[in-house]
């Protein structure tokens, strides 16, 4: 059974930062396409940020400069690196892992990170 587990959420003001961990449990974790997505109160859920297995990143384009996506394939996790936090980066965030040769996608529990102004 794959698990995603987050941890590192929390309450922060704005301009503060806060650093986002995802542990996968993947027996093919270093193939995987792994991502940060944030869901708004009354919100689609977005991308933030994605990261292939050889570091190649990709980020939403209101995040560019300010968060920064990393992954450790030994120890199967990825990280998120989130600065000049705004308001508008409050959300749930959730760590997932893409299976592109099977077309799956797996889904973390979700961590709250809270921004006031």
């Known amino acids: 059974q794959v698990q995603l587990v987050e941890s590192g959420g929390g309450l922060v003001q704005a301009g503060g930062s806060l650093t986002l961990s995802c542990v996968a449990s993947l027996n093919n974790f270093v193939t995987n396409v792994m991502g940060w997505y944030r869901q708004a109160p009354g919100m689609q859920r977005e991308l933030v940020a994605t990261i292939l297995s050889g570091g190649r990143t990709n980020y939403a384009d209101s995040v560019k400069g300010r968060f920064t996506i990393s992954r450790d394939n030994a120890e199967k996790s990825i990280y998120l690196q989130m600065n000049s936090l705004k308001p508008e980066d409050t959300a749930v965030y959730y760590c997932?892992?893409?299976?592109?040769?099977?077309?799956?996608?797996?889904w973390g529990q979700g961590t709250q990170v809270t921004v006031s102004s």
């Open positions: 997932n892992a893409f299976e592109a040769p099977f077309g799956r996608h797996y």
